[in-house]
């Protein structure tokens, strides 16, 4: 059984990126041999796009729970563009003639199912995940 600080680093990514998305958290403790993250989130997207990035940490998650509840009284992100701006990690990439998105993500998430991180992070210049063109700037989240 892993302990708190092996399940804090094993969610880590999770963790830092809950405040980026405007997710109060409340509660990132062991809990019943679990990771418990209890947090309010300003909205049902933002909750999603969280437990979007608890999946690609490990599908199952079985070594957590996470308890993200939506509060419509917070304050929203300024806008779509802004918020995927504040929550890119600064990687860009440049399509290249061949590429897909699949194949973006799998070369940095080692998955290519998680294209739709890449896309909703692109959502400003991508109207279509199926539809992006060499020489295209994407950020990478």
């Known amino acids: 059984m892993a302990d708190e600080q092996q399940l804090k680093a094993k969610y880590a990514s999770v963790i830092s990126a809950a405040p980026q998305l405007g997710i109060q958290l409340q ?64 990687r860009k990439y440049t399509v290249k003639a061949g590429d897909t998105l699949s194949k973006i993500a799998k070369e940095f998430y080692g998955n290519a199912s998680d294209y739709n991180r890449i896309f909703e992070a692109n959502r400003g210049t991508l109207s279509d995940p199926d539809k992006i063109q060499a020489g295209q700037e994407l950020v990478i989240p």
């Open 27 to 90: 509660n990132v403790n062991l809990e019943s041999g679990k990771l418990l993250i209890r947090g309010k989130a300003p909205s049902e997207h933002i909750k999603n796009e969280i437990w979007n990035r608890i999946k690609a940490v490990d599908s199952t998650y079985s070594d957590l729970i996470a308890d993200i509840s939506v509060d419509s009284s917070m304050p929203q992100p300024a806008a779509a563009g802004e918020a995927d701006r504040s929550r890119a990690s600064g």
